[in-house]
């Protein structure tokens, strides 16, 4: 049972170039959420999905899209990067809202 | 707007020596106040869960307790494998899709 598994883990990205990060869970959980974490700033939320097919804002989308076209999976875009995308990214799930699941992250630098 | 306010920054104990760490919080209607523990380079780890004041929860040497504006973690004779940053979140009632909002988190350090 690998719970939630995000890829990659590191990533280095010219200003302006795109990616998209994966993230996958095996819990059959309904409720899927992309944070960024920030020294001295906390986990905000980017964009959460409330199930397949749907996706939402949360605190901090500039910059950033989302799709949510499988259940298990849920893939965080950014079109064309900028260094105050410099952040370490984490996956969540949760069933129905409560107790989230994180992955492991993945450290991202623009430069 | 919910808040969460964590201290200490940092806690350095030596083994053996108990302490508690502090969550206070603002929030429009608690549904839920959970706790994380982050080793370094990993993500969070779910530890506990209060629902109302008054609840505790206990896992090993980690107690968890809830006021009306406040949580705290108690670690009681705590080992060096306890060192990590442990995190507090709250969930609104009548958020409809669980997001939480962090607190920036306690540094703890536990010495051999």
């Known amino acids: 049972n690998a719970g939630v598994t995000q890829t990659p883990k590191f990533r280095v990205l010219k200003t302006g170039q795109s990616m998209t990060l994966l993230c996958a869970q095996d819990?059959?959980?309904?409720?899927m959420y992309w944070y960024r974490q920030d020294p001295g700033m906390g986990l905000r939320l980017i964009h959460y999905?409330?199930?397949?097919?749907?996706?939402a804002k949360g605190e901090v989308p500039d910059g950033y899209n989302v799709s949510r076209l499988k259940k298990q999976n849920f893939l965080l875009g950014l079109e064309s990067a900028a260094p105050s995308q410099t952040s370490v990214y984490f996956c969540a799930s949760s069933y129905r809202g409560f107790e989230a699941f994180f992955g492991q992250g993945t450290r991202l630098t623009v430069v | 707007e919910d808040q969460v306010t964590q201290s200490p920054e940092a806690l350095r104990l030596q083994e053996g020596e108990s302490s508690s760490l502090n969550c206070s919080y603002t929030v429009s209607g608690l549904r839920g106040l959970f706790w994380y523990r982050q080793d370094p380079g990993k993500g969070p780890e779910f530890l506990f869960t209060l629902y109302s004041a008054g609840e505790e929860k206990e896992k090993e040497r980690l107690k968890a307790t809830l006021t009306k504006k406040e949580s705290f973690l108690h670690i009681t004779a705590p080992k060096p494998e306890d060192s990590a940053t442990y995190l507090c979140?709250?969930?609104?009632?009548?958020?409809?899709?669980?997001?939480?909002?962090f607190g920036q988190g306690t540094i703890l350090t536990v010495h051999p």
């Open positions: 979140a709250v969930q609104a009632r009548g958020t409809s899709y669980g997001k939480l909002t």
């Open positions: 819990m059959n959980h309904e409720y």
């Open positions: 999905s409330v199930g397949e097919g749907t996706t």
